[in-house]
């Protein structure tokens, strides 16, 4: 027997092979909202200030170059701008530590690390006067939203670097400004004389003066811890508008804008030093 030779199929013969398909772009990552503060990762750079009052954040701003608004959502309202080059927000964080923790937390998400919270306060001690700045470098933690965090022996420090910065930019300015351990409460109104722990309350007045806290505040605690364990950089810097150790807790609102003025001044500070300037 013979083999048969195998016979080529003629090139038109062929099956043609379907053309591949042009891969398709990778869509783009999306980049969430966050929930609170409506705002999205691009939106800001690292440095933010922060104010309590929403109608302070356009004042703050109108210290930035080409400042605009780009977000205001509940007590939470955004300006951006540049300080020299430098990408800066600021937002407001309403009053006290509960809405402040968020804001923290949703600025993190952003991509937001080091932050400055400019307020006022109220003196505790007969040396710091009204129209002055006190730079927190810790919070005695008397309020709640911390203790949902860590425990009580965890302390709320402000962050060494930050710090530093805001009180070099107080003595560039020229300001009267004093570093130490202020207090930080939830209940603004806990000095009225009908409150029924009244005199459980003026004990620890006494034992705060005593162990020389300067001031008394609300969101320094939870800016603090919060930063902290997100490992973000945090500071504050509040100008004094009362005497609470005189039981004068607001007599004037002054000093505001020596405040904003050393938190900017700060950041300058922080960049170039990050920077190696």
């Known amino acids: 027997m013979t083999a ?5 199929k003629p090139a038109a013969a062929k099956a043609a092979k379907p053309a591949k ?3 398709k772009p990778a869509p783009k ?3 969430e909202m966050q929930y609170h503060i409506h705002l999205r990762p691009s939106d800001i750079g690292r440095y933010v200030i922060l104010p309590g009052d929403p109608g302070r954040v356009p004042k703050i701003a109108a210290h930035f170059d080409n400042p605009r608004e780009i977000a205001f959502n509940r007590e939470y309202r955004t300006f951006v701008g540049t300080v020299d080059g430098i990408k800066v927000a600021c937002t407001s964080t309403g009053i006290g530590c509960p809405s402040t923790a968020i804001a923290v937390e949703e600025l993190v998400k952003c991509g937001a ?3 400055i919270r400019v307020g006022t306060c109220g003196a505790l001690q007969p040396e ?3 129209g002055d700045l006190c730079i927190t470098t810790g ?4 309020e709640g939203t911390t203790r949902q965090y860590v425990p009580l022996s965890y302390p709320a ?3 060494l670097d930050v710090t530093l910065a805001l009180r070099q930019a107080a003595q560039n300015l020229g300001l009267v400004a004093h570093a130490g351990i202020g207090h930080c409460k939830d209940a603004f109104y806990i000095e009225d004389k009908d409150t029924p722990i009244r005199e459980e309350i003026e004990a620890k007045w006494n034992a705060w003066y005593r162990s020389n806290v300067i001031s008394t505040s609300m969101e320094s605690a939870a800016l603090f811890v919060v930063s902290s364990i997100r490992r973000a950089h945090a500071g504050e810097v509040l100008s004094v508008i009362g005497l609470t150790y005189a039981d004068a807790p607001i007599m004037k609102v002054v000093g505001v804008d020596d405040a904003i003025r050393t938190a900017i001044e700060a950041i300058r500070i ?4 990050r920077k190696g300037r």
């Open 157 to 159: 420090v402000a962050d």
């Open 29 to 31: 990552p999306v980049e």
């Open 4 to 8: 048969k030779k195998a016979t080529k």
């Open 113 to 115: 690390d080091t932050f």
């Open 21 to 23: 398909k042009a891969a």
């Open 128 to 130: 710091v006067g009204v």
């Open 270 to 273: 922080l960049d170039r030093q």
């Open 139 to 142: 919070a005695v933690r008397e």
